[in-house]
């Protein structure tokens, strides 16, 4: 009765009415890469070397913390977005699937998930104006030609394929709390520069895997070791005080290794200089969300914009002409002209002299 019911048997698959299926055990847990799979990624499978793959994840993540905060959305939604970058691309390959275009669905996939939607089109323009800016250049949002309509159908399908090789398991838990709570604990909270530091290697290490192969607890507590560190802050140690939370030390030491680790991936002090100073301006904001038409003179409305989406050309409009041609000599005069000859005739005084 169990057994029709639908009991699990692992390795095995659900049996359900005396059939069996495959199983699919979706939660927090297996989310967690096993140690295996780490060092034989996709990417890695397909000749990409692992210093290349590293920093393609932290330029497309820094991709979308920028165009994130272009688009007004709120830290979880970006750190969201992130996390579920590395997780597609640790079951598919960077050569094989376009890093930008899937980075514009993890954000806009993200900003549905948090409940702060953005349209596809203001996505496309923020990172559109990232990749200008980045080249230095400023050429504004983009026109609505054929290129935006295959690359929002592109953003669009890379939305689907994240969700299907995800299995559709795309919560995640964050530390963000979890940091306040353990520094509260620590009798810490007071401590304003720790907790920003804290705060801020956490979203650092959005960059990096580490969310993917260890917790969110634990990776919390290796924001605290790491910035009590670096701030020479003495915390309890007879005993540590990260056994208290579940952490142990080899684990703090790798996910600060791998933090430290990102801050030498720039080749050079200008250009880590010019990364960290990002065109975040309300200007740029506003000339990358705004809507305009092929020419750039006048904005569309949301029809129009369906419209050009559609691919559906405007119908001709139909000009009337006002100016009245004088009739050609074959022709009889209109109806208007009848009546006012007929009015000017009967206004006319009737003369009796006949010369």
Known sequence: MAAAAGAL?????????????????LTL???????????????????????TEEQLRNRMCEMIQSAGILLGLPQVAMATAQILFHRFFYCKSFVRYCAETVAMACLQLASKIEEEPRRVRDVLNVFHHLRDAA?????????????????????????RRVLKELGFCVHVKHPHKVIVMYLQVLECEKNTRLLQMSWN??????????????SA?????????????????????????????????????????????????QSSPAENQKNHDSPLSRLA???????????????????????YDRRVPSPPRRRRSRSVSSPSPGHTHSHRQRRSERERARRKPYSTHRK
């Open 201 to 214: 290697y956490m979203n650092d290490s959005l960059r990096t895997d580490v969310f993917l192969r260890f």
């Open 9 to 25: 048997l692992p390795g095995d698959g659900i049996v359900i009415a005396g059939k069996l299926y495959s199983g699919v055990a």
């Open 217 to 265: 607890e634990t990776v919390a507590c290796a924001c605290i070791f790491l910035s009590a560190r670096v701030l020479q802050i003495p915390l309890p140690d007879r005993p540590p005080w990260f056994l208290l939370f579940g952490a142990s030390e080899e684990d703090l030491m790798e996910i600060s290794g791998c933090v430290l680790r990102l801050y030498t991936l």
């Open 135 to 159: 080249g230095d250049r400023c050429r504004g949002p983009m026109l609505l030609d054929d290129s935006y309509v295959s690359r929002k159908s592109d953003v669009i399908k890379a939305e």
């Open 285 to 307: 904001l506003k000339n990358a969300c705004r809507k305009i038409t092929r020419d750039g003179r006048k904005r569309l409305s949301r029809s129009d914009e369906r419209r």
């Open 29 to 51: 847990d297996t989310c967690l890469l096993p140690h295996e799979r780490v060092h034989c990624s996709p990417s890695r499978a397909h000749g990409l070397s692992a210093r």
